[in-house]
């Protein structure tokens, strides 16, 4: 049982806008920084978003936000490349370790 | 150009060891903080353990007591030494940097592509 909670699957069509998210707790996400991790067919796991900061060379389709103790990563203007398992992530202060969502698999039709 | 490449992966008897091995280029390990994060097959992510720049370590309740991380920074390596292990330790074991920033320090900027590790009779 993870300790973020995340959607098991969501699909979107190419140019439409998707919103995951990872809901949490006041000793997680509601106190610290969320970072979004994508991984492509099994691949390495590649850094998308870090809070509401896109790292170099993730395109600005990518944006970040939270509330309270939910955290969402929105893809705008979607594209086949798209498709992956999105992971979140953070500390968690009662279990003092970081701690990750089981993942989202984004489907893009 | 940032770069983590592990190595050591294998298949073990359950009960045996094995030292995964992360070399990093690009940049210094000992000024940064490294991870290991494992995906079970089929399964997500977990953090598996960390060493800081300080040289403090910390691991996940999972592994704690079987497993050793440490660094060396003569070969800019990273290394996981995986003792007394079981089935459940089968997964492929990535090497991560963490954010240097205040803020995100417990996030990671970049990944390795991981190394398969296979515990089986």
């Known amino acids: 049982q993870s300790a973020l909670t995340q959607e098991s699957s969501v699909s979107g069509t190419v140019g439409q806008t998707v919103t995951l998210s990872c809901t949490g707790n006041n000793n997680n996400i509601g106190t610290f920084t969320v970072g979004w991790y994508q991984q492509i067919s099994h691949g390495a796991p590649k850094t998308v978003m870090i809070g509401n900061s896109l790292p170099s060379g993730i395109p600005d389709r990518f944006s970040g936000s939270k509330s309270g103790t939910t955290a969402s990563l929105t893809i705008s203007g979607l594209q086949p490349e798209d498709e992956a398992d999105y992971y979140c992530s953070t500390w968690d202060y009662s279990l003092s370790a970081r701690v990750f969502g089981g993942g989202t698999k984004l489907t893009v039709l | 150009e940032v770069q983590l490449v592990e190595s050591g992966g294998g298949m073990i008897q359950p009960g045996g060891s094995l030292r995964l091995s992360c070399a990093a280029s690009g940049f210094t390990v000992s000024s940064n903080y490294m991870s290991w994060v494992r995906q079970a097959p089929e399964k997500g992510l977990e953090w598996v353990s960390v060493?800081?720049?300080?040289?403090?370590?910390y691991y996940s309740e999972s592994v704690k007591g079987r497993f050793t991380i440490s660094r060396d920074n003569s070969k800019n390596t990273v290394y996981l030494q995986m003792n007394s292990l079981r089935a459940e330790d089968t997964a492929v074991y990535y090497c991560a940097r963490g954010i240097s920033s205040s803020s995100a320090y417990h996030l990671f900027d970049f990944w390795g592509r991981g190394t398969l590790v296979t515990v089986s009779s």
């Open positions: 060493i800081y720049s300080g040289g403090s370590t």
